[in-house]
């Protein structure tokens, strides 16, 4: 699986929108964005996946760049309960694994 | 409600001793997965289940054993031969293969 490049933290203001990126410029055809969220001491929670096109879920949105090389999770209007840390996983189709790397520690300020 | 439940949420044992944790999910999926997850780290797998009675081992599998006997469980078993047994211990489950994973909320494991 391609490696993932993620900040490792992050702030971002209640209310408005967090913005988290990721580079993936060693990604395949076949490869899976996936982004999770682990809150602290709880399990990951996954938000949302895609290959290539842009997609939405009532989480977040995720924005595919059209060279595939790099990706943003946005979360719409963050609240306090968004503070957590987010990991971006690039999975190849029928690849057994999901690799979670060290992710973005997101804050939200209140 | 559906979902994936470990217990216990904290676990204290003795050096040298074996301890199994528990995983129960009754959302009906056929993959099952083992993770553990060190201060400040990602997770790293340990072993995964995609049908009852079949197992792979994944990446740091040595000190530990699992069992699929029915569909709803997969328990873990830390074995004494595990040098490093402290850590945070999550449980998943998928439909299928590796698609979206649901976690459990964890167990944590000290020996002390």
């Known amino acids: 699986d391609a490696k993932t490049t993620q900040p490792p933290s992050m702030d971002c203001a209640e209310g408005r929108a967090a913005n988290l990126p990721c580079n993936h410029s060693?990604?395949?055809?076949?490869?899976?964005v996936y982004w999770y969220r682990q809150i602290h001491s709880q399990g990951p929670q996954y938000i949302i996946h895609?290959?290539?096109n842009n997609e939405t879920n009532e989480m977040a949105s995720l924005i595919i760049t059209e060279d595939r090389k790099s990706s943003t999770l946005i979360l719409p209007h963050a609240t306090l309960r968004d503070t957590a840390v987010y990991y971006c996983i690039v999975r190849r189709v029928g690849n057994e694994k999901l690799t979670f790397g060290t992710g973005t520690r997101l804050t939200i300020i209140p | 409600d559906g979902g994936i439940t470990q217990s216990p949420k904290y676990l204290f044992r003795k050096e040298g001793q074996n301890v199994t944790l528990s995983c129960e999910q009754n959302?009906?999926?056929?993959?099952m997965y083992w993770y553990r997850q060190d201060p400040g780290q990602g997770l790293r797998l340990i072993y995964y289940?995609?049908?009852?009675?079949?197992?792979q081992k994944g990446d740091i599998a040595e000190g530990y054993s699992v069992s699929r006997e029915k569909k709803e469980s997969f328990p873990l078993t830390v074995t004494s031969a595990q040098k490093n047994p402290t850590a945070f211990y999550l449980c998943a489950s998928s439909i299928e293969g590796w698609g979206e994973q649901f976690f459990g909320p964890g167990t944590r494991l000290t020996v002390l």
């Open positions: 959302l009906n999926h056929d993959a």
């Open positions: 289940s995609q049908i009852v009675n079949d197992f």
């Open positions: 895609g290959l290539k």
């Open positions: 060693t990604i395949s055809g076949n490869e899976y």
